[in-house]
């Protein structure tokens, strides 16, 4: 056994003694929000609190709750959801014990949409599990957090601890240390292989959709799998409002639309939802030239409770990124015609379609079933077919899981099954050649046991063991995970974790500061599983019931991880990445302040060491960022709403370009070195992979919005001003030999980026 | 595979550099430098040729004249390595020495070595080791075994109609070769891939993926060579790879001692296609100098044959011209007496650049002026007086 898991071990010991001796002098109060008696219909996104106090919590997607700690005493609940009346209950909380409470919500005959001018940024954790290194944040968190060019929640999650961004042009989510393609990305649950925008500027979700999310990162519970860094669950906002009700948001990016309500006195739920960015169209309004990009967003999202107890859910999504430039038709700038250019077409997007079934059997037992599919593909076609590449991953998935909520014991036994067809095609259909086409169609399976166990009030653990197998890499394993959550005081909370992660799916992204896309290769007999062992213990203190201080200290090994080879023989299988083993450590620290009124935000700084091994030579990946501090801060001033984001952080690995190589040409038809080709190839040579750093990273982010009552809709113009002072941010160096005095250049990140939009809600 | 990755990430790259900016330009020290050679051992080459030069490193300013092939390092903005002692050893462990091309020590040629070995005397799949020492003392080798197959001596020519045609290669497999070298000469860049296959089929309306404007490969009224080669792994692994810009990963080369390539190719397909198009536009056809004897005996460009190489994608733009020129050659004027023309034409006029060969990249002339009926009618920017081209009919 490993030092670091001893230590592990010994960490989860001592937290059970502490939670032993503390002493119980609290109690909680858990329940379920419904908004109709014979259906059950779960009230999400419910505002719990307690009268007199902060303290607040928001409902599930099964309509479930919790407040701890309590003291003892009498205590009014009150219960808030838009377009129902709100209810008020009072509960007698005793120490040591959780108070049951389920709520039946009725019809309100306010229709507006909620001002979002005190939304929370944080809601609490509505399950009695220990749910260490997780996060969750409201829908409603998004204004006033500023922006760039457009509201994004994933944005959001950047500026969370654990979380880094390699750049401004580079958002896949680095967590922990782990690569952007180590983050299972779920909608609804069920998965999404690359939700991004240009090229990860802007997340396909919709602000408008998001009901909320939730990030792990680490140590998950034994329901997740596949994905060896992180999980961000994003479910799709749900009107509860009867009627028809409409946002509208145009930005400088582009414009949204999102219809929704309920029905059948609020059994079901649904909205629609798009996007579309408008610069292209723009551009041909106003000028002869052309700007050949755009990219388009649909979602839908139903749900609907029938009697008995059963809830079905569905959601849908379509998003596609395309460019498509005919060169040919570019704005003449010289004598020579252009005429004679060629087209690039390419398109890249996600479709995404699942249904799930779930059904009460009393307050105790809960079934749920899932089946989606879901796709991420791209196509390049450049010159009419001349080269074309497509990359494409399918997947039909089948889960469920039985759930059982006992006093004690809270077992859970589900599975996942998984066909999936991946594509990776090149060549030229104009000169029939195939450069690489390579077909996968791996089926994988997992099995998956977890039990929360309140060992004492204020002593839970969390137990699993997750199998899974995979047929193109005739692959089994089981790997065990655990946690606990110790109420150590009725203000302090310890966290311990630990658990083994496996990953079937890579991308060929590679490690470069730039990363569009991923392109999925699956493990099969050429390509390992990788795998990585998480270890994860905290310590999380609430301050006066609206303030909270959270600090997680992480070691994450991997066993194995692949990294993209930059050299790989198109004519070769088995070449595509090179493993490696790794070793990600740090601890993240977490300050949130979220009174009912006043300033609201949080402070989040993350240090982290991330290295990589591979043949005895030790190197950092390019996303590892040492010092990362995030301030957020949102206060009401006067009637206008103001945001502001602050970060800093270290600067990451880059390697130096020490010189260039000509690569010269030989004419076979002549036998000679050197055509006299127009243009001459230098390849760069660098120093030692990732041997020096950039500078430190600052910028500051301001937004000022402000609602407006028009006619029964609720206008929010806002401003954006990102990068407010201009800061100078390294992007990348470029670094020139052609002269005798060689020079190297620094490009910038974002430069200082105004925006502005208006959002109208009815 | 994940080199054609790359491709995916130019639009985007494109994309954040246009949105960044440029914050900071500062001098560095030079960098270390290094020796960089580019070798082949050619089945169908009279000699074998080797370049040796330095790695770019900041010290020196390399510089770029008239591309001469003499000189394809000093012309072509390399830093020839003179006077460098390098060596073959065949498989029969005869020891060769090369010969530099810079005769009585000037500048031309320097860097470029050779072995007068004919390429029929290659012997197949046996090891040939190249040695290097430079005059420092610098010591650099390599090894290559030259693919099985027999080599194209003679080009098969034929004409080539774009608008039709498209040419469908064959050929057999070659013992001990890597991969298969498909190269298309262009006047605006050549178009070269690899491929594992043994045909390959090039349309006439096929586009150069290599150039970032994908302009058609085929150009009306140029001359064109098709090559198809069997390759070593060593010419393999360094022109099919390409070094990261940002961390210089990604190169595979197998030279000790520097960088580079040594590798072998045997020449299996040689074609020379004449490229044509209908000429169905006023602007296209075959167009004659008319005019007084005064007027025409000073022009250097006596006849042209015209095509509209692609049609305007707008109404604003011109169509693309391309062609030939029929040039006098004197004593005085030596060039190509049959020379590439580039163009365009818009609402009747013309503009044409005279190539001094067939590449795009080297101008000798250019020509303004307009269509008038079947008459083009305008002056050169070197030439003196109006010059005039009736179409013949």
Not at chain 1, 211 to 224: K, V
Not at chain 1, 495 to 505: L, W, Y
């Amino acid at each position: 056994m490993s030092a670091r898991r001893q230590l592990a071990i010994a960490a989860i010991l001592v937290a059970i003694v502490s939670a032993r001796l503390a002493a119980q002098d609290t109690g909680a109060i858990a329940g379920r929000v419904v908004l109709r008696a014979d259906t059950a219909a779960p009230a999400r996104g419910a505002v719990v609190s307690i009268a007199g106090t902060a303290l607040a919590d928001t409902t599930n997607a099964d309509g479930r709750f919790l407040l701890a700690p309590l003291g003892s005493g009498q205590r009014t609940l009150r219960v808030r959801l838009p377009g129902w009346r709100t209810a008020e209950r009072i509960v007698l909380v005793r120490a040591g014990d959780t108070a049951r409470v389920d709520v039946v919500l009725r019809p309100d005959v306010q229709l507006l949409e909620t001002v979002r001018t005190n939304a929370r940024f944080f809601a609490d954790s509505v399950t009695d599990a220990p749910a260490l290194s997780t996060l969750s944040l409201d829908a409603a968190a998004i204004a006033g957090v500023p922006a760039v060019g457009e509201p994004d929640v994933v944005r959001l999650v950047q500026l969370l601890p654990g979380v880094v961004s390699r750049n401004d042009f580079n958002t896949g989510l680095i967590v922990r240390g782990g690569e952007a393609d180590q983050n299972l990305v779920l909608l609804d649950g069920f998965p999404l292989y690359n939700p991004f925008h240009l090229g990860g500027l802007f997340s396909t979700f919709m602000d408008a959709t998001v009901g909320g999310l939730e990030l792990l990162t680490g140590a998950f519970p034994a329901r997740y799998g596949d994905r060896l860094s992180s999980v961000l669950a994003v479910r799709s906002a749900e009107e509860h409002r009867p009627g028809l009700h409409t946002t509208a948001d145009l930005s400088a990016l582009g414009a949204t639309a999102r219809f929704a309500g309920a029905f059948d006195d609020g059994a079901g739920t649904w909205s629609v939802a798009g996007r579309r960015t408008y610069a292209d169209a723009a551009q041909r309004i106003f000028t002869n030239d052309v700007f050949p990009y755009h990219f388009h967003d649909l979602q839908a999202h139903a749900t609907y409770a029938l009697r008995g107890g059963v809830r079905l859910a569905l959601t849908a999504y379509e998003g596609r990124d395309v460019l498509d430039a005919d060169l040919a038709a570019f704005q003449s700038d010289s004598v020579f015609s252009k005429s004679s250019r060629g087209r690039w077409k390419f398109d890249w997007g996600n479709q995404l379609l699942g249904v799930a079934a779930t059904k009460d059997f009393g307050d105790r037992v809960t079934l749920e079933q899932r089946l989606s599919t879901t796709a991420f593909s791209t196509n390049l076609n450049l010159g009419d077919g001349a080269f074309a590449q497509r990359s494409e991953v399918r997947e039909l998935r089948a889960s469920g899981s039985l759930r059982l909520r006992g006093d004690v014991h809270e077992p859970s036994l589900g599975y996942e099954l998984a066909a999936q067809r991946l594509r990776y095609a090149s060549g030229s259909s104009a000169t029939q050649t195939t450069d690489v086409d390579l077909v996968q169609r791996p089926v994988s399976a997992a099995l998956w046991l977890d039990d929360v166990w309140h060992l004492t009030p204020r002593l839970t653990v969390e137990g699993g063991l997750r199998g899974e197998t995979q047929s193109a890499r005739h692959w089994a394993a089981l790997s065990p995970r655990a946690s606990l959550r110790v109420e150590a005081t009725p203000l302090l909370a310890l966290t311990a974790g630990v658990g083994r992660i496996t990953q079937t799916m890579h991308s060929l992204a590679g490690d470069g500061a730039l990363r569009y896309f991923d392109i999925w290769l699956a493990s099969d007999s050429f390509v390992p599983v990788a795998t990585a062992w998480h270890y994860v213990a905290g310590a999380e203190r609430r301050v006066r019931n609206a303030g909270l201080v959270r600090v997680e200290g992480y070691v994450k090994h991997y066993d194995r991880v692949l990294e993209a080879n930059l050299s790989d023989d198109p004519q070769r299988r088995g070449d595509e990445f090179l493993p490696a083993s790794g070793l990600s450590y740090g601890a993240d620290l977490l300050a949130r302040w979220q009174p009912d009124s006043g300033v609201s935000g949080w402070v989040a700084y993350s240090y982290g060491v991330s290295e990589r091994t591979r043949d005895g030579t030790t190197w950092s990946p390019g996303s590892d960022r040492r010092h990362d501090l995030e301030v957020v801060a949102r206060w009401q001033l006067a009637k206008y709403r103001v945001g502001a984001r602050f970060g800093f952080a270290t600067g990451t690995p880059y390697t130096p370009i020490v010189g260039g190589v000509t690569r010269r040409a030989y004419d076979p038809s002549t036998d000679r070195w050197g055509t006299g080709d127009p243009e001459i190839v230098i390849e760069s040579l660098g120093a030692s992979y990732n041997s020096a750093r950039f500078p430190p990273n600052h910028r500051l982010d301001l937004d000022v919005s402000r609602d407006f009552l028009v006619r029964g809709a609720t206008v929010t113009p806002y401003l954006g001003l990102a990068n407010a002072y201009n800061a100078h941010n390294v992007f990348v160096y470029l670094y020139s030999y052609s002269t005798d005095l060689p020079t190297r250049r620094a490009i910038s990140q974002f430069p200082i980026l105004p925006s502005a939009g208006v959002r109208v809600a009815f | 595979m994940r080199s054609s990755v790359a491709r995916l990430l130019v639009v985007g790259a494109g994309l954040a550099f246009a949105a960044a900016c440029e914050i900071e330009k500062a001098a560095i020290p030079p960098g270390p430098k290094f020796l960089a050679l580019h070798g082949v051992l050619s089945a169908s080459a009279p000699t074998q040729a080797i370049l040796l030069e330095r790695t770019r490193n900041g010290s020196l300013r390399p510089v770029a004249p008239s591309f001469e092939l003499e000189s394809p390092l000093g012309s072509d903005s390399g830093i020839a390595e003179s006077g460098a002692t390098i060596s073959l050893v065949t498989p029969a462990g005869e020891r060769l020495f090369a010969i530099e091309d810079n005769i009585g020590g000037g500048p031309r040629g320097e860097g470029v070595y050779r072995f007068y070995l004919p390429g029929a005397s290659l012997e197949r799949n046996l090891p040939y080791r190249l040695e290097v020492r430079t005059r420092d003392g610098e010591v650099l080798s390599a090894e290559t075994s030259v693919p099985g197959g027999a080599p194209a001596l003679v080009a098969d020519s034929m004409g080539f109609d774009r608008s039709t045609d498209a040419l469908v290669i064959t050929w057999p497999r070659s013992p001990g070769a890597r991969s298969y070298f498909v190269r298309v000469e262009s006047p605006l860049g050549p178009r070269a891939f690899f491929t594992s296959d043994t045909t390959v089929r090039l349309p006439g309306d096929l586009r150069n993926v290599d150039l970032d404007e994908l302009p058609h490969l085929f150009i009306p009224g140029f001359p064109q060579a098709i090559t198809v080669s069997a390759v070593d792994s060593n010419y393999y692994d360094w022109f099919r790879t390409h070094a990261d810009p940002l961390s210089g990963r990604g190169l595979v080369d197998r030279v000790e001692g520097g960088l580079g390539v040594f590798g072998s190719i045997v020449r299996l397909r040689l074609y020379d296609l004449d490229v044509t198009a209908p000429q169905p536009e006023p602007i296209a056809g075959t167009f004659d100098l008319v005019g007084p004897p005064e007027d025409t005996e000073i022009q250097r460009y006596t006849r042209l044959d015209l095509y509209v190489e692609s049609h305007a994608a707008r109404s604003d733009q011109p169509d693309a011209l391309s062609g030939r020129a029929v040039r006098r050659v004197t004593f005085f004027d030596p060039g190509c007496p049959l020379c590439g023309v580039l163009g365009s034409v818009h609402d009747g006029k013309v503009e044409l650049q005279f190539l001094s060969g067939w590449s795009a990249s080297d101008t000798a002339d250019t020509f303004t002026g307009e269509l008038r009926g079947d008459t083009i009618v305008g002056n050169f920017q070197i030439a003196r007086g109006v010059a005039h081209f009736l179409k013949r009919r």
